[in-house]
């Protein structure tokens, strides 16, 4: 569990072992608002199939993920699981969705925001279309690290350009599970509030497009991106979905055998 002082007010649902929150697009953005000074240097893991069976697989990742401020159901299948352990208002909150409502409220709410990640031709053309689609929005910082560990020297003075550039949000785009790792690991030395993101810069950037909304209200997002990249996600898609169905089913099975013998 988080060690902030300021806990989130939502109900958690343990799905093996992560603690998913059990909220609703609305009640973060409301609580994102009203904590976010008190938020700085901790950091929200946007988590999905792939990271839940990674961190029943890892205790060490598990504990990064439950040590994040929110961990937020990104992925249908989550916020499909909490409903049928008795949460019905549990809600999707997806990363790409989360940065898109931050965004249209930043210029009114004076929100900077700092983009580590990715690679410089997609960070260039997320500058751009950002300005295009937010009209004032206050872009801190934009870092594209190298394909490489960077040096102790190196990370230092990374963090302190973050800090530098006095961001709201900083914006964390490399992937599951290094942002995660990385988020972890610079708890407490940056200056305001990482969200791991994954794609959430090529979406916003136009690089890689989302799937059409009926998809996506069906569950079947993760269809459409392994339609756009089969090589580098067939193995997550396919044969992680399939592990995560057969261990909830476990889990499933267990706490009803628990609730039958008490």
Not at 24 to 29: E, G, I, K
Not at 149 to 176: C, H, K, T, Y
């Amino acid at each position: 569990m988080s060690t902030n002082k300021t806990q989130p007010p939502f109900p958690v649902c343990r799905i093996l072992g992560v603690n998913i929150a059990v909220t609703n697009m609305s009640r973060t953005l409301d609580y994102l608002k009203d904590h976010l000074e008190k938020l700085s240097g901790s950091y929200i893991c946007i988590s999905n199939v792939h990271t839940t069976v990674m961190s029943y697989e890892d205790p060490a990742y598990r504990k990064i993920q439950n040590s994040a401020v929110l961990a937020l159901p990104d992925g249908a299948p989550l916020s499909a699981v909490c409903r049928k352990r008795g949460f019905p208002e549990a809600e999707r909150v997806t990363g790409p969705d989360l940065m898109g409502e931050i965004f249209r409220i930043s210029v009114r709410e004076g929100y900077r925001h700092y983009f580590y990640g990715s690679t410089q031709e997609t960070l260039d053309a997320l500058e751009v279309s950002l300005m295009e689609k937010y009209p004032g929005i206050r872009i801190a910082g934009m870092y594209a690290p190298p394909f490489r560990p960077l040096s102790e020297g190196e990370d230092q003075g990374v963090v302190e350009q973050i800090n530098r550039a006095q961001a709201d949000f900083v914006w964390v785009g490399l992937g599951a599970p290094k942002q995660e790792l990385w988020m972890a690991e610079h708890r407490k030395k940056i200056q305001g509030l990482m969200i791991g993101v994954g794609a959430g810069f090529d979406y916003h950037a136009g690089t890689l497009k989302r799937a059409p909304g009926w998809m996506q209200r069906c569950s079947l997002e993760w269809v459409y991106r392994l339609l756009q990249d089969p090589g580098r996600l067939w193995k997550r898609y396919w044969v992680t979905n399939r592990k995560f169905l057969r261990l909830v089913r476990r889990e499933n099975n267990i706490c009803q055998s628990r609730k039958n013998s008490i």
